[in-house]
């Protein structure tokens, strides 16, 4: 699909995000992770004075309400930022969108003060640790077998930090 004549590389729009956004947050959390998270506890975590969010749409889309392309949602609290979550769009995969939704939760902890950034992230997330190694995030911490995929196997949780400054 990528290679023929007519396809158009994706073009997004990243805006913060706003309790207004929550419900197609909610649907895009559902389709990416296993366990999803309703849409009020994305508003009460939005709403929390230490908490910010990004979320970015297609903008060279012809289909009317088009899905959510991707979303991060963060916080800063005394100098330590923190991802609490972030997903793309598994149709946008690979157009560098996660790549720049971190990037604004990046800069907005730095506007608020942050020094350092953490996250959690399953050391069987090949995707995720890809994005976050190239964004230069390093391992902190390891909580072993943390987590069960769907065959039930084990694996680690790593805490990944980054200096912001
Ligand atoms: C992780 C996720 C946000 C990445 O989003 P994305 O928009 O596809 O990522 P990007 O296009 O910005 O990729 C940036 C870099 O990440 C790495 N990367 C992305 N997808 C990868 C994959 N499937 N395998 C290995 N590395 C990958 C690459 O280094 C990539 O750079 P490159 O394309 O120049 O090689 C997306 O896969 C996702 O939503 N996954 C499901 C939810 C999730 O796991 N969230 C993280 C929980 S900790």
Not at 32 to 41: I, L, N, S, T, V
Not at 89 to 108: I, S
């Amino acid at each position: 699909m990528r290679d023929t004549l007519f396809y158009r590389q994706p073009e997004f729009e990243i805006v913060p995000m706003v309790s207004d956004h929550c419900a197609a947050v909610a649907t895009l959390h559902a389709q990416r992770f296993a366990r999803a998270w309703g849409d009020g506890e994305f508003v009460s975590l939005l709403l929390q004075p230490n908490s910010f969010g990004f979320v970015a749409w297609q903008t060279n889309t012809l289909i009317f309400k088009a899905p959510l392309a991707g979303f991060v949602l963060a916080r800063e609290v005394a100098g330590e930022a923190e991802i609490l979550t972030i997903a793309v769009n598994d149709k946008m995969a690979r157009f560098g969108l996660g790549w720049r939704l971190m990037q604004a939760a990046m800069r907005e902890a730095r506007n608020r003060g942050g020094e350092a950034m953490f996250l959690e992230v399953d050391d069987g997330n090949a995707a995720a640790l890809g994005l976050y190694r190239k964004l230069g995030f390093e391992k902190a911490g390891e909580r072993p077998a943390y987590y069960t995929d769907e065959s039930g196997r084990r694996t680690s949780a790593l805490v990944m930090r980054r200096d912001l400054r």
